[in-house]
Each structure stands twice: as structure tokens, then as C-alpha cells.
């Protein structure tokens, strides 16, 4: 099941996405159920099994040609923001080896042990998720601006002190995520040893599909440890291909990074946790390895994610209009 939200006169209404990426159709949910009872995603995740019951039903209907035309939509001509427009709270990982060893030999020093002792992550800030389409970003942000290719999952039932070989139970579905990093703002910022902070929390773009996790099963590989998914990651910048990964590289699982968050801590419905950035996965890593030459992103800029199985999240760079404030770049 495919899961979005889209706006109609301004107003966000939950949908489910049927057919091909990018070209399928919407089925508008409020039109076809009880009013008020699944007012949105959020909802649905935080209702469970009873309320993907009811979207199942609403698929039967409209296979069955029971939907009416007025509440199916062209997902061409359909404004889709974040599947999860307002997250209950959001962490990022840290959990493909590749992507850490290559940055941080591009600096020139060694791979650090204890990556491989547990999965890290940060919070982020879940009150600036963006979906597909236009992005906003001030001037100081648009200096060495930056994608991250990265997965992430929404938590489906609350638990503290989950054991990754029970963890996936936990996950109600997959979408993607890009990180958007000011990467000259992180860099100075993170001399204070504090951090990520503005460098980080201007935007991190989600969808344009939640997608349950059922619909992955057959490219679930599993393990003690947790499932991984045989999933290709590519990221293009004005239709030219920069990136490619798979999600099945994750040294650490999504399990696995469940397992750490859950440590002492109950986790929600939800909530949003990211794999971290996918080897080839973000221009700092492409720079540094001599791929791109010194490339970051510009207004007028498209960036695609696409990742088998979830969909392709399209964003557009715009220079957000001058604050009034000091935008001095810090050096």
C-alpha cells in the first residue's frame, strides 16, 4: 500500500497511490470513508491494523469500480507534499559504511572504530519536513548546498527497549528522505563540537510515498540482525545520474538502529528514523573523491531521489527571498 497526502484548495487530505510512479492515480480517502475518522497519515499509523483494514477496502472498491470518478485524481496534476507532513519526532542515522569511510579518507583520516560498535543518529528537526516540488532555501543555506540520498522508516507500534529480531514488527512503512545539508554552514558550526544545527535544520524533504512494509517483502533480505532490502538508490541532478547505492548496503539495519533509539527510550507512532547517506550518496562524498568537481547545488536546480520499490521524490532549488537579517557567510 501506498500512502500520501495531497493538497486540494490548499488543504491536506490523505490519498493512496495506485498504478505506475509518477504517472498512477490518487484515490481521494476522505471521499470514500466516514468523514473525520482517518483525517490523516499520522492517523493511519497511529491506528494500526484497524485503519489499513479500511484503506484495503477502499483498494477493493476501487478495483471493483465502486470509487467514484470525483474522488480519483491524476497524480500528474495532484500536489503531493510529505506523506508525514509533521512527524512526532525525527533521528537520522549513520548506517552505510561506505559513505563514512570514503568521507572521511577524502579527509584524510582513518576510518573510526567506533563505527562499528553501534548505530548512531541524530534529531533533526521534524517541524521543517518538506515533500516533493519546490524548495525554499536563504542565502546562507545556499552556500555549498548539498542532497543526502537516504531511506527512512516511520515507527508503527510503540515499544521501548525493542531487540532488533523483534524491531521490524515495529516499522510501519518506507519512504525516502533527503537530508538537505548547508555543508558551509555544518562545517563551521561543527567546530564548537555541537551539532548538526543550522547547517541541517532548514529542510529534510520526505516522500512522495509511504510505502507499508508488505509491499517490500519480496526484496526484504533477512537476517538475525534485522531486514535488509535489495533496493536500488539514485539520485539525479538535472536529469544527470551523480549517485548510486543500494539500501541493502546498510551495515546497520533499520533494526538494528530500532533496537539503539528504543535503549531506556518508548518510541511512538510516528516517528521517522533515517538510514543516513548511501555510498556515492551526497556531494561532499563526490567532491572529495574527485567524481564531481567541486559541484553543489544552485537555484533552478532539480534533484531526484529514486529508490526501487518507494518512488522518485523531485525537488526544485529557489533562493528564498532575503530575511532582513545578517546573512554574512561565517569564514
Known sequence: MRI???LANDEERLGLHVGPFGTGKIIDVASTVRAGFL??????VKTGEAALDMLRQVLKDYEAGKVSGSAVLDEAKTKLVSPIPRPVSMRDGYAFRQHVETARRNRG??????FDQFPIFYFTNHLA???PGDLPVQKLALERLDFELEAAVVVGKRGKNIPSSEADA???GYLIMNDWSARHLQMEEMKLNLGPAKGKDFATSLGPYLVTRDELASKAIPSAKGERHDLRMRCFVNGKQVSDGNLKDMTWTFAQIVERASYGVELHPGEVIGSGT???GCFLELNGSKITDNQWLRPGDECVLEIDGLGRLVNTIR???ATGLDETLPR
Do not use: Q, S
Not at 39 to 44: E, K, Y
Not at 109 to 114: D, N, Y
Open 4 to 6: 500520501v497526502t495531497f
Open 39 to 44: 483525517p490523516d497519515a499520522l492517523a493511519v
Open 109 to 114: 583520516v582513518p576510518m573510526i572504530p567506533e
Open 129 to 131: 519536513v518538506t515533500g
Open 170 to 172: 515495529h516499522i510501519f
Open 278 to 280: 548511501v555510498g556515492t
Open 319 to 321: 533562493a528564498a527571498p
